[in-house]
């Protein structure tokens, strides 16, 4: 793991540096100056109506640009215009007043444009201004270091600290580690990732200098993670632990140091952006960034999975209405957590699984060992010498159609006896009520082998691609081939 | 566990008795009066020819009458009688004197008899005076508390010990205890049982009492069992643990304190005998002194095992030359255990082994979970932070044929992989090197699948007994039913 053979340096005091395939790389998903004006005249022409508008409301706010626009931190084809409106702390949090301010900007301001009025963890509304989305997200004017009162009060600090933290030249280096991190499937802090935010990334290179630098160090990572932003301190970093016991990164906000910005990153997130890390360093490639999207056929995924199609449990949970996609992941996360303890309780060896979420159904892949489990299997019973469990033992199994008991060379009880399932389909089918949670219990349940999914036709789209993923498991930017 | 319902009381003391079935087992195993003039008279002869052969013979001994008949203590149909010969210790070990005095023995002395000259640790000669056999076996003459010379100058002081501490209505006890332990399988100290000698039942009854209080004792014990017989402190059996550090149970031997009657006993000897006790107690059968014998029929056999025929592997170790019994159990139980952890090792589930030795072959059945591993199985790597140990596991399965690697929950990495072997009897068949021990390498191997083995009609008469008792696991005492 050597610096790199520096063609663009950069900095001479962190020899931070980039090698052809990051300018490469660079290159596609900077903004070109076009996009810049063009994003740029959306923006504007949204401050100036929420000036304008002012003048006919009774309601007094401060129009603040965010997001990666306003950071400089967005790629090519991918920004996020936060335009904030900063209300005074007496009213913003009513309900009455966000809501009819929303609404007259939806009806009078915004008129000719298309508004989507939406709810988040509080209301907002997204404004289409040709050729972007622009969010007009109401919050509360807060001083520096007071205790915010929404969840976005925090956000105009945030864009401050990243302004003034990072120089010209490290915005460049945000986009590569975004990037890499999109490619490697671990950015974004929603709950279908449970991975590194965009504030996140940007606190990681105003941390150590650069993209490259961000890697060198994940090298030597391993959970959980202590990380001190300038500004804080690695003190502050590990007191995060306890108020965040279920996290494997720690870096505390700038902002608030009693925040983990990185409270979302799962383990397995965490242990991706660790391995890609390595391996790019070893040898750099453009399918870190840009790795090749698996086949949405539904001949070749059968053709890919062969008999494994029988092995890989597909279970369909249809819901009654839209799904809200976080509570959408979150039930998946547990019905699949779930599915597989159950199986492996009753004797099943579980191979894998993953979730899905559309926005009617919830789809869970569970593959398991074996196709069917043998029609006998070995249960372990008690040392002869636990009298009251000996004789228990005993007794069930001698009117049973077990094979056994016998001692073994260890003194303990053994018999061989029927597990009560051989068919993993048929154990998910027949315990839905054990492993469906209350907070799916509207959900109606289907469960089927992959082949049989794919021969009704039920999988089609980003599903296939995501089973295509779940067959070859290696991700494509570790085993690209694999996807061609 | 109550105590019986006393139909025959004989000692007040110890509220020692009998229930009907212990009786009834009585009756069949006591010698008869006839039987007794029958074996004493054999017994007579065999003493005066070796009186009166002293007056041609330059060699001085004592005659002595040992074994199960002179303690007593036999079964009807199953006498031991030694007849021991205590030569002087001067040149009681000089093999030149020993095996002369037992050449004379066997050309004059017992010319017109069946002899047989046999060698154990020693030599002797076994004499056939119709209808029993006659062992005529040399020792040294030692005093009591000196250090025995041979294996077996301690008999005498055993066979004191038993008469001393043992009533007259004792030896009805131990009878019913050895026909117990035969019944039970745990009858016999040699590596093919590895279970209780006769003297240790007779020790268990000096100790205890009686036949139904030693096993009210049993359903109480759990190894490390220490026992003091009379003469003896517990404090001495603890002691025991230190030089015998692979047994289970400690008996100090009265007549030497430092010896473990008990060393033989193994843990599943010493568990099968618990379970039975504690069964027979509370359930006395006959089954229990007197079981089914299984079957001897092929098609029994194959009809009992169903498809588990395909699960069973029968490994053969033919000898070049004649087997001797207690060589063969070791090798056969090395193998055993040797081949269980290798295919354990491979992945494979070993459900049961067993071990069965006749004149010029060694036997060994092991069963598996499944007849054939799936294709792929998974495999556990290492965490993505172990740097080496990651790159190496990555560039291994980049270039396999593995599914993977993916990184799971936990931040493992894993891949599905062939396994080396599928099928356990193939696995068994190649890799003959890693398990067959150098003692056995000049035995010839073969491997076959029960069906196999029956199919070409190798399994005969006891090894079918064998092999039927290995597929009903449960003892006979215990499942009387399914041996019928």
């Known amino acids: 793991m050597s610096a790199c053979r520096a063609e663009t340096f950069f900095s001479q005091q962190n020899s931070c540096c980039r090698i052809d395939v990051e300018e490469e790389v660079l290159r596609r998903i900077k903004p070109s100056p076009n996009e810049y004006l063009v994003v740029g005249s959306a923006v504007n022409k949204v401050v100036e109506l929420l000036e304008e508008a002012k003048s006919f409301l009774d309601i007094d706010y401060t129009v603040s640009v965010q997001g990666s626009f306003a950071k400089d931190t967005w790629l090519s084809g991918d920004v996020d215009i936060d335009v904030f409106i900063l209300l005074d702390k007496s009213y913003c949090l009513s309900i009455a007043v966000v809501d009819r301010l929303l609404r007259v900007l939806e009806k009078r301001v915004f008129r000719g444009y298309h508004v989507e009025y939406s709810y988040a963890q509080h209301p907002y509304i997204r404004v289409y201004v040709d050729p972007v989305w622009v969010e007009v997200v109401p919050g509360c004017r807060i001083e520096a270091g007071e205790k915010p009162l929404t969840a976005v009060d925090r956000t105009p600090f945030h864009t401050n600290y990243v302004k003034r933290h990072l120089e010209p030249w490290q915005l460049d280096e945000v986009r590569l580690l975004k990037r890499f991190m999109k490619g490697v499937g671990v950015y974004g802090a929603e709950i279908a990732v449970r991975g590194f935010s965009g504030y996140l990334v940007e606190l990681l290179i105003a941390t150590f200098g650069c993209f490259r630098k961000v890697l060198e160090a994940a090298v030597e990572w391993r959970p959980p993670v202590y990380i001190a932003p300038p500004g804080t301190t690695l003190e502050q970093a590990r007191r995060l632990r306890r108020k965040y016991p279920d996290s494997v990164m720690f870096v505390p906000d700038p902002v608030d140091p009693n925040r983990n910005v990185a409270a979302a990153v799962s383990r397995?997130?965490?242990?991706?952006?660790?391995?890609?890390?390595?391996?790019?360093?070893?040898?750099?490639?453009?399918?870190?960034?840009?790795?090749?999207?698996?086949?949405?056929?539904?001949?070749?995924?059968?053709?890919k999975a062969g008999w494994r199609a029988r092995r890989i449990i597909v279970v369909r949970l249809e819901s009654p209405e839209k799904i809200v996609e976080d509570v959408g992941w979150g039930i998946g996360w547990r019905v699949a957590r779930r599915l597989a303890s159950l199986l492996e309780n009753l004797g099943f060896s579980v191979v894998d699984y993953s979730v899905y979420v559309d926005s009617k159904n919830i789809w869970v892949f569970v593959e398991v060992g074996e196709e069917v489990k043998p029609p006998l299997v070995l249960h372990r019973g008690p040392p002869v010498w636990k009298k009251n469990n000996m004789l228990r033992f005993v007794e069930k199994h001698l009117t049973s159609t077990s094979v056994g008991p016998w001692v073994s060379e260890d003194g303990i009880l053994y018999v061989l006896k029927k597990p009560v399932h051989v068919d993993a389909k048929e154990a998910i089918e027949s315990r839905v009520r054990e492993w469906l949670p209350k907070s799916a219990s509207s959900y109606s349940v289907s469960v089927y082998r992959l082949d049989e999914a794919v021969g009704r036709g039920l999988l089609s789209g980003e599903l296939i691609e995501k089973a295509y993923q779940f067959v070859v498991k290696a991700p494509p930017w570790l085993k690209p081939w694999e996807y061609s």
Do not use: G, M
Not at 269 to 289: G, N, R, V
């Open 268 to 303: 397995r997130s965490l242990a991706l952006f660790i391995l890609a890390s390595t391996l790019y360093l070893k040898s750099p490639s453009k399918a870190f960034f840009f790795p090749p999207k698996p086949p949405s056929s539904p001949n070749k995924l059968l053709e």
